[in-house]
């Protein structure tokens, strides 16, 4: 029995016990470059009767699983109205078109006509723009819009009724005129009951016109240059005409400074510098560049050549010898107006080898005029601020060159003063009164005039000390200067970084180093404040006067030897006020106490006053 006979059921159908090979066989493929169908692999039983009808290619059997009969197969009629993709295959219509580029800060041209041309395909109702390549246009030209379907303003797409000559259409904001078509175009117009009717021209491009003057051959500016130039080609002598100018003339210049008033709006007094060659009767006028003026400037406002007094318009200057008059060293003596192509130039001013020709050839002696002149004052450019990176001294450096160099210190100073090192004792002036409380050490390092403030603390005090302020140089945000040597005395305050400190009291070293010093620190010399305080025995009748004055004002009973603070009352009284410095000094020339006793023996102290 047949086991194709038999219907595709459960039970009724048998696998082949010798078939050893069961994966999914390929059944698709690619030949001729069209994807197919593969029956390779198809095994059926088809009847020879079957095959005959399958050869007919009019019909197509189909099953009916209720009767068997075959029916008509479907999408065999040719429908009436081809699809546009069948009907209008390979089929463009093309047009020539153009649109105006604006073309700004031109003095030749407002406008650029850029020619294109508009290709609509009848297939699939797509537009494509392309613009021709013109050498050396200096454009990117090329595809201008990519082939697909152009929108219009209401929503819906271009088609081919929108498109007609000696109309405009406006394509992404880019209005285009269509000026002509082509053959095809034309008769597919033609066959829809359109007439497109006659073309037009494309305008004149304003470029173009220009770019081809430039490159034609201009005729010879005289007709007189043309003959000379023939007579010479056949043999005939050079004339000679300018030999004994340029032989007696040959670069002698006459230099003069010339004015002009321009009346327009952005205009003003504007001056120049006119060079006269004497040899060809020549001259140029060059613009005097200034600075910050707010107009453009050019290195020459006339290039050389002869300037005419009044130009002669002719009929054909080709054909026809210009008589013009130009202008001579006596038309160009100082105080004259010329005009220059339409600006009258006021001549006020020359050089003296100009003075002298006149002088000397002319008997002209010339007087300059003068024309007060604005100056132009640069202002200085402000230095930037400190941003807080590094030193001052490197910031200033980036600012004022492009490749800054490295600060320079005072060799010399550093070398006479690295070894030494101030230091005082100071307090931080301040509105809180725990902070007045602390105790610093200000070191002053005179190499480099850089500071360094340490905080002492007691033992379980709960402030933690070391160091306060970095070492580096401070200013005075007062005389926005760094802080010198001088300014670290006893009694001085210093600010740094905010921070107030008042200096009350320096060691031996620093007593030492100022007292050798008295020029540098005249606050602690000895005879410098001895000086000071009989200064003002001159309002008394002398020296020994004023002393006993002083000693009047301290109590007898107080014996030789008394405090400090007694001699400095008494001395009030009078009128004198020490620094804390000078107070310092002399109480360490003169103490006699001990354990912080600040004590003076008067004797001792009249002595030194009196031979001071």
């Given at each position: 029995m047949d086991s194709s006979k038999l219907p595709k059921l459960p039970g009724f159908s048998f696998n082949d016990p010798t078939k050893t090979n069961f994966h999914k066989h390929q059944m698709f493929a690619v030949r001729d470059g069209h994807m197919t169908e593969s029956t390779k692999f198809h095994q059926e039983n088809a009847s020879p009767q079957l095959i005959d009808e399958l050869r007919n290619s009019m019909t197509q059997l189909a099953y009916n699983t209720s009767s068997g009969k075959p029916k008509t197969p479907d999408n065999v009629a040719i429908p009436r109205n081809p699809p546009a993709w069948i009907k209008y295959d390979r089929q463009v219509l093309r047009f020539n078109a153009y649109f105006q580029e604006p073309v700004h800060e031109s003095s030749t041209e407002n406008f650029r006509v850029r020619k294109c041309v508009i290709m609509f395909h009848l297939d699939d109702e797509t537009t494509y723009v392309t613009e021709p390549r013109v050498e050396n246009s200096g454009i990117p030209q090329g595809v201008f819009i990519k082939k697909h379907r152009i929108p219009k303003g209401d929503g819906t797409y271009f088609t081919w009724r929108d498109f007609a000559l000696k109309t405009n259409v406006n394509m992404y904001g880019r209005v285009f005129r269509i000026v002509d078509c082509d053959e095809f175009t034309r008769n597919f117009y033609e066959e829809q009951g359109i007439d497109l009717g006659s073309g037009e021209g494309f305008p004149d491009d304003r470029f173009d016109m220009t770019r081809l003057m430039v490159n034609f051959k201009q005729p010879p500016e005289d007709a007189m240059d043309v003959k000379e130039y023939n007579e010479v080609k056949l043999g005939g002598g050079h004339p000679n005409r300018n030999l004994r100018s340029f032989v007696e003339n040959d670069r002698k210049v006459l230099s003069f400074d010339v004015m002009w008033n321009d009346t327009s709006y952005d205009g003003g007094i504007k001056f120049y510098k006119m060079n006269y060659y004497l040899f060809d009767q020549t001259m140029e006028i060059k613009e005097l560049r200034q600075v910050n003026t707010g107009n453009e400037t050019f290195p020459m406002m006339l290039r050389r050549m002869k300037v005419p007094k009044a130009p002669i318009l002719t009929p054909c200057p080709a054909l026809a010898l210009r008589n013009e008059e130009y202008y001579i060293p006596n038309d160009l003596v100082l105080g004259n107006t010329i005009q220059v192509y339409g600006k009258d130039l006021l001549v006020c001013d020359c050089d003296e080898y100009t003075k002298r020709w006149y002088r000397e050839e002319l008997g002209i002696e010339v007087k300059p005029v003068h024309i007060p002149r604005s100056k132009n004052i640069m202002p200085p450019n402000p230095i930037p601020p400190h941003n807080g990176y590094g030193t001052e001294e490197d910031s200033i450096g980036n600012v004022l060159r492009l490749q800054p160099n490295a600060p320079k210190p005072d060799m010399y100073k550093m070398f006479d003063n690295d070894q030494?090192?101030?230091?005082?004792?100071?307090?931080?002036?301040?509105?809180?009164?725990?902070?007045?409380?602390?105790?610093?050490?200000?070191?002053?390092?005179?190499?480099?005039?850089?500071?360094?403030?340490?905080?002492?603390?007691?033992?379980?005090?709960?402030?933690?000390?070391?160091?306060?302020?970095?070492?580096?140089?401070?200013?005075?945000?007062?005389?926005?200067?760094?802080?010198?040597?001088?300014?670290?005395?006893?009694?001085?305050?210093?600010i740094l970084q905010g921070y107030r400190f008042l200096l009350v009291h320096c060691d031996e070293y620093t007593f030492t180093f100022m007292e050798e010093r008295p020029s540098e620190y005249p606050q602690a010399s000895i005879p410098m404040i001895l000086r000071k305080i009989m200064g003002f025995s001159r309002k008394y009748g002398s020296p020994q006067e004023f002393l006993v004055l002083v000693l009047r004002n301290i109590d007898p009973s107080l014996g030789k030897n008394v405090q400090y603070k007694v001699f400095l009352e008494a001395l009030e009284k009078l009128g004198i006020k020490l620094t804390l410095q000078e107070e310092a000094s002399l109480i360490r020339k003169w103490n006699k106490g001990s354990q912080g006793q600040y004590i003076i023996n008067l004797e001792e102290a009249y002595n030194a006053l009196i031979n001071a």
């Open positions: 030494h090192i101030l230091r005082f004792e100071a307090k931080l002036v301040s509105s809180n009164p725990e902070d007045e409380l602390g105790k610093f050490i200000l070191s002053f390092y005179p190499g480099d005039d850089t500071i360094k403030v340490y905080q002492v603390v007691d033992k379980n005090s709960g402030v933690v000390g070391g160091k306060f302020l970095e070492r580096r140089k401070f200013k005075n945000p007062y005389s926005n200067q760094y802080y010198q040597q001088k300014d670290c005395v006893i009694g001085n305050t210093l």
